[in-house]
């Protein structure tokens, strides 16, 4: 088939489309790896969207292909049949007229004004010109090619939810957590007195304090009222495309609602300085890793979230290749995007759109929760106007369990 045809245009489409589907795939598995966990409800639902997509995907292909076969065989007869007719027009008296030279044509040329019609016959047939056809003069059959898959720029990743790793959220809108403030004490058996005789002392005694934090579940979701000819006309199919579009949206506004959670934290930072080097940025790290300990008591896994902005600051000190002496390693400018860009003293750095600019934090899984029921997408048919209406929801909620473990860092004036 030749270029440009609308056939080679929908494969292209296809291709492209199922290359993307193919990375969406992968950015998922990447996700739940740099957690080192399995994936979630949510993504395992996105993947069989995703799926279910690149089986159409390839029906279609497998359809494009037999048909152009089939087309391929049927043009090259169509040209056989030219060939013969034109062979056949060239021997009639069709036959195309040539002059050897201009005085031949010179001397036909008075044959014919002599009189001779067999002379006037042949000069029409040489001085007939066609008439060009060009696409302005049948723009009826001219159509308006959709190219390629729809140019949509969103980064639908959550890291911060994925490295919190949300939680069933079936317990009601409403529901409690046991928190922990004040543990039983042990001590040494001893009257206060300098004597080594203790026995019969009253031992120490301390009641266990545990209060309940409240989780509050909020709905998340939003919806489009699509017409039925839109669906039945589209191409690509624009259900697939606003279905997409909202499971983006909800991704995103729940990362940010988890990252405004995150940056509510009253702990004071540790700074570091304007131009650190990877020493003293280490450094500030360690001290805000030593602040986390101290409340979670190594309670659950440690990170380094970062907005966008930060990583000019942090990615530069640590080559993506280094000597086995560096602080840390793996920052590469070509991977750039949300998730875990590398690690510093083995803490792994995740960058989150979702963050304000220049925010840094230092925290663990044990200081903030994430809890989520997601409802997916909803249709409803409106047969009144031939439409139907999508919608697409879910529950989630944040739970600040103890913000003393989310330290800010925050860059120095000097």
């Given at each position: 088939?030749?270029?440009?045809?609308?056939?080679?245009?929908?494969?292209?489409?296809?291709?492209?489309?199922?290359?993307?589907?193919?990375?969406?795939?992968?950015?998922?598995?990447?996700?739940?790896?740099?957690?080192?966990?399995?994936?979630?409800?949510?993504?395992?639902?996105?993947?069989?969207?995703?799926?279910?997509?690149?089986?159409?995907?390839?029906?279609?292909?497998?359809?494009?292909?037999?048909?152009?076969?089939?087309?391929?065989?049927?043009?090259?007869?169509?040209?056989?049949v030219d060939r013969a007719l034109m062979t056949a027009r060239r021997t009639g008296s069709d036959k195309a007229v040539e002059?050897?030279?201009?005085?031949?044509?010179?001397?036909e040329y008075c044959a014919a004004m002599t009189g001779s019609k067999a002379a006037r016959d042949r000069l029409e047939t040489?001085?007939?010109?066609?008439?060009?056809?060009?696409?302005?003069?049948?723009?009826?059959?001219?159509?308006?090619?959709?190219?390629?898959?729809?140019?949509?720029?969103?980064?639908?990743?959550?890291?911060?939810?994925?490295?919190?790793?949300?939680?069933?959220?079936?317990?009601?809108?409403?529901?409690?957590?046991p928190h922990v403030t004040q543990h039983t004490e042990v001590a040494r058996q001893t009257d206060g007195t300098t004597t080594?005789?203790?026995?019969?002392?009253?031992?120490?005694?301390?009641?266990?304090?545990?209060?309940?934090?409240?989780?509050?579940?909020?709905?998340?979701?939003?919806?489009?009222?699509?017409?039925?000819?839109?669906?039945?006309?589209?191409?690509?199919?624009?259900?697939?495309?606003?279905?997409?579009?909202?499971?983006?949206?909800?991704?995103?506004?729940?990362?940010?609602?988890?990252?405004?959670?995150?940056?509510?934290?009253?702990?004071?930072?540790?700074?570091?300085?304007?131009?650190?080097?990877?020493?003293?940025?280490?450094?500030?790290?360690?001290?805000?890793?030593?602040?986390?300990?101290?409340?979670?008591?190594?309670?659950?896994?440690?990170?380094?979230?970062?907005?966008?902005?930060?990583?000019?600051?942090?990615?530069?000190?640590?080559?993506?290749?280094?000597?086995?002496?560096?602080?840390?390693?793996?920052?590469?400018?070509?991977?750039?995007?949300?998730?875990?860009?590398?690690?510093?003293?083995?803490?792994?750095?995740?960058?989150?759109?979702?963050?304000?600019?220049?925010?840094?934090?230092?925290?663990?899984?044990?200081?903030?929760?994430?809890?989520?029921?997601?409802?997916?997408?909803?249709?409803?048919?409106?047969?009144?106007?031939?439409?139907?209406?999508?919608?697409?929801?879910?529950?989630?909620?944040?739970?600040?369990?103890?913000?003393?473990?989310?330290?800010?860092?925050?860059?120095?004036?000097?």
């Amino acid at each position: 088939m030749a270029d440009g045809h609308p056939n080679d245009a929908m494969i292209r489409r296809l291709d492209a489309e199922l290359q993307e589907r193919m990375q969406a795939q992968a950015g998922l598995v990447a996700t739940a790896q740099a957690a080192e966990r399995d994936l979630n409800s949510a993504e395992r639902e996105t993947m069989t969207q995703l799926r279910s997509r690149v089986v159409e995907i390839k029906e279609q292909l497998q359809e494009l292909d037999s048909f152009a076969e089939i087309a391929t065989q049927v043009n090259d007869r169509m040209q056989q049949v030219d060939r013969a007719l034109m062979t056949a027009r060239r021997t009639g008296s069709d036959k195309a007229v040539e002059y050897r030279s201009a005085g031949a044509w010179v001397s036909e040329y008075c044959a014919a004004m002599t009189g001779s019609k067999a002379a006037r016959d042949r000069l029409e047939t040489f001085n007939r010109t066609a008439d060009h056809q060009t696409t302005p003069d049948n723009p009826g059959i001219i159509p308006d090619p959709i190219v390629g898959g729809v140019i949509n720029f969103i980064d639908a990743a959550r890291p911060l939810v994925s490295f919190l790793g949300p939680q069933t959220l079936d317990q009601g809108p409403v529901f409690y957590r046991p928190h922990v403030t004040q543990h039983t004490e042990v001590a040494r058996q001893t009257d206060g007195t300098t004597t080594d005789i203790t026995e019969k002392v009253e031992l120490a005694s301390q009641k266990m304090l545990i209060e309940r934090l409240t989780v509050t579940a909020e709905t998340y979701g939003g919806y489009v009222n699509v017409s039925r000819q839109n669906i039945d006309w589209s191409r690509p199919n624009i259900m697939d495309l606003i279905i997409n579009d909202l499971a983006a949206q909800y991704a995103i506004v729940t990362e940010e609602v988890t990252a405004d959670a995150i940056a509510t934290t009253n702990t004071s930072p540790v700074e570091y300085p304007l131009t650190p080097t990877a020493d003293e940025l280490a450094t500030a790290i360690w001290t805000a890793l030593g602040t986390v300990y101290s409340v979670t008591k190594g309670q659950g896994r440690v990170a380094i979230v970062v907005a966008p902005d930060r990583l000019g600051a942090f990615g530069p000190l640590f080559a993506p290749y280094a000597p086995s002496n560096q602080q840390g390693s793996g920052f590469m400018a070509g991977n750039f995007g949300q998730g875990v860009m590398g690690s510093i003293s083995g803490v792994p750095v995740i960058m989150s759109a979702a963050l304000d600019s220049g925010e840094a934090f230092v925290l663990s899984t044990a200081a903030v929760e994430v809890w989520e029921q997601r409802i997916g997408s909803l249709q409803v048919i409106e047969p009144s106007v031939l439409g139907v209406q999508v919608a697409y929801a879910g529950y989630f909620a944040t739970l600040l369990v103890d913000d003393d473990a989310i330290v800010p860092l925050e860059e120095g004036t000097a």
